[in-house]
């Protein structure tokens, strides 16, 4: 059989018709070459935001299910046009919501997981020759009700898809030409990365490097599916591959920097010094769907503690709901949050072999006067939050103290 190719464009590459019937002319070069095609598509230019922020015009704090319901729809839109450009090309197309593609998920609104993918539909319609174009960010939950897959989610839809039909690897096409050591619209001289590995990929996504969705990058590693991320319309792009290994040759002390504003912090004061305290605290978080990131707990005063960590903006409703009910069950002092932060990282494989790189981070923050508020690492990871005003300048300078825009192996981003 013919070779089978995934391909996703994300949300700036289809925001406009021009883009959209550049978009389906890739995709229709590949189907004239012969391959299969599988296109997953975003929801076009800032609709998901858009859509978000209507339903909270019409209710401060919208149902999930209806919201995720809503959200989808921004996605129809792009499937539906992507699949008229073909038609308009002479080359047959179908579009396909996620539920029409087979695509499983569990019931987890706003963020839940693809838990299987039944595709026979889309095989029946490659096999008429069409171009299927595929929602991204969607699945259909075992209460038979749209759910949606957190944001940024059609990379994991392109990423499951690739895996369910066996695909060689999956091709992200994006508005950048690739995965940098930051994210190149806030560091000017940041580099492409020719390959990352998974692990050091899904840390900068965790990190905030919006470039690919964290979730996708876990299951692309769960069943080596390769990525390659490249400029949505530079056939040129030299792109990045993501990707199980990279040879030790190529292993940087320091492979990337990442910020991410979109996290809030949250402080609960005087949490009684007993065991069980922080397990109730974070079951109420997890039962709430809240994904809790950093975490510090200060040593106790008298019979208390304090307890502060991070959640991202999304979560901060939920967030405030569930430790309204720990403040009572649990009888602690007042609960403080502030948006007034920023988290910054650096992420690389060398850290496993080589000390010294948190030292290095928070001599070169305290040398540009960016105090650190909370400190949390793993083994290829440090990061720190610091106060918002001051992200974007802690992670230039970060950049330039690991000397990431003179990589030997990066290519210069302009
Ligand atoms: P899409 O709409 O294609 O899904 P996104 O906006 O989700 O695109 O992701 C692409 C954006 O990610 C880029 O425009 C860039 O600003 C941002 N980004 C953040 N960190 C990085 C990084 N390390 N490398 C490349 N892009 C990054
Ligand atoms: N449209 C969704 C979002 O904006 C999913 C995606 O673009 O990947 O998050
Ligand atoms: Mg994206």
């Given at each position: 059989m013919s070779e089978l190719v995934v391909m996703k464009f994300g949300g700036t590459s289809v925001a406009d018709p021009e883009k959209i019937q550049r978009a389906a002319e890739r995709a229709i070069a590949a189907r004239k070459k012969g391959k299969r095609v599988v296109v997953?598509?975003?929801a076009p230019g800032e609709m998901t935001d858009e859509l978000i922020d209507l339903a909270h015009r019409v209710s401060p704090n919208p149902d999930s299910r209806e919201l995720d319901m809503l959200m989808a729809t921004g996605e129809q839109v792009g499937i539906s046009l992507f699949a008229i450009a073909c038609e308009a090309r002479g080359v047959g197309a179908t579009s396909l919501t996620g539920p029409q593609a087979g695509i499983l998920a569990d019931a987890k609104h706003s963020k839940a997981k693809i838990v299987e993918i039944r595709p026979r539909k889309i095989h029946e319609e490659l096999k008429r020759g069409n171009i299927v174009t595929v929602a991204g960010f969607q699945g259909l939950n075992p209460h038979r009700d749209i759910t949606t897959l957190g944001r940024g989610g059609s990379d994991l839809t392109a990423v499951a898809l690739a895996a369910a039909l066996g695909a060689k690897h999956?091709?992200?096409?994006?508005?950048?030409h690739g995965v940098y050591t930051a994210d190149p619209r806030l560091v000017p001289d940041a580099r492409l990365i020719p390959r990352?590995?998974?692990?050091?990929?899904?840390?900068?996504?965790?990190?905030g490097a919006q470039v690919m969705q964290s979730r996708s990058i876990e299951v692309a590693k769960k069943f080596d599916v390769p990525i390659r991320v490249a400029h949505a319309f530079d056939r040129h792009s030299p792109g990045t591959w993501i990707v199980k290994e990279v040879s030790s040759m190529e292993d940087a002390l320091v492979t990337g920097v990442a910020l991410d504003r979109n996290q809030i912090k949250v402080t609960i004061?005087?949490?009684p010094d007993k065991p069980g305290m922080a397990a109730d605290v974070f079951d109420m978080l997890g039962?709430?769907?809240v994904n809790v990131d950093m975490i510090i707990q200060s040593a106790a005063r008298g019979q208390s503690n304090d307890i502060s960590f991070t959640v991202p903006k999304d979560d901060h409703e939920n967030a405030i709901k569930a430790l309204e009910?720990?403040?009572r069950r649990l009888k602690t002092g007042s609960i403080e949050h502030t948006v007034n932060v920023a988290k910054v990282s650096v992420v690389g494989v060398g850290m496993r072999s080589h000390s010294g790189v948190a030292g290095r981070m928070f001599r070169t923050l305290a040398d540009n006067s960016v105090n650190i508020q909370m400190i949390a690492t793993s083994e290829i990871k440090i990061s720190c939050i610091v106060d918002k005003a001051d992200g974007e300048r802690a992670m230039r300078c970060l950049h330039k103290a690991f000397?990431?825009?003179k990589t030997r192996r990066g290519y210069a981003a302009r």
């Amino acid at each position: 059989m013919s070779e089978l190719v995934v391909m996703k464009f994300g949300g700036t590459s289809v925001a406009d018709p021009e883009k959209i019937q550049r978009a389906a002319e890739r995709a229709i070069a590949a189907r004239k070459k012969g391959k299969r095609v599988v296109v997953v598509v975003s929801a076009p230019g800032e609709m998901t935001d858009e859509l978000i922020d209507l339903a909270h015009r019409v209710s401060p704090n919208p149902d999930s299910r209806e919201l995720d319901m809503l959200m989808a729809t921004g996605e129809q839109v792009g499937i539906s046009l992507f699949a008229i450009a073909c038609e308009a090309r002479g080359v047959g197309a179908t579009s396909l919501t996620g539920p029409q593609a087979g695509i499983l998920a569990d019931a987890k609104h706003s963020k839940a997981k693809i838990v299987e993918i039944r595709p026979r539909k889309i095989h029946e319609e490659l096999k008429r020759g069409n171009i299927v174009t595929v929602a991204g960010f969607q699945g259909l939950n075992p209460h038979r009700d749209i759910t949606t897959l957190g944001r940024g989610g059609s990379d994991l839809t392109a990423v499951a898809l690739a895996a369910a039909l066996g695909a060689k690897h999956c091709e992200i096409y994006t508005d950048v030409h690739g995965v940098y050591t930051a994210d190149p619209r806030l560091v000017p001289d940041a580099r492409l990365i020719p390959r990352i590995s998974f692990d050091e990929m899904l840390e900068l996504a965790g990190a905030g490097a919006q470039v690919m969705q964290s979730r996708s990058i876990e299951v692309a590693k769960k069943f080596d599916v390769p990525i390659r991320v490249a400029h949505a319309f530079d056939r040129h792009s030299p792109g990045t591959w993501i990707v199980k290994e990279v040879s030790s040759m190529e292993d940087a002390l320091v492979t990337g920097v990442a910020l991410d504003r979109n996290q809030i912090k949250v402080t609960i004061r005087d949490v009684p010094d007993k065991p069980g305290m922080a397990a109730d605290v974070f079951d109420m978080l997890g039962k709430a769907n809240v994904n809790v990131d950093m975490i510090i707990q200060s040593a106790a005063r008298g019979q208390s503690n304090d307890i502060s960590f991070t959640v991202p903006k999304d979560d901060h409703e939920n967030a405030i709901k569930a430790l309204e009910t720990v403040q009572r069950r649990l009888k602690t002092g007042s609960i403080e949050h502030t948006v007034n932060v920023a988290k910054v990282s650096v992420v690389g494989v060398g850290m496993r072999s080589h000390s010294g790189v948190a030292g290095r981070m928070f001599r070169t923050l305290a040398d540009n006067s960016v105090n650190i508020q909370m400190i949390a690492t793993s083994e290829i990871k440090i990061s720190c939050i610091v106060d918002k005003a001051d992200g974007e300048r802690a992670m230039r300078c970060l950049h330039k103290a690991f000397g990431l825009e003179k990589t030997r192996r990066g290519y210069a981003a302009r």
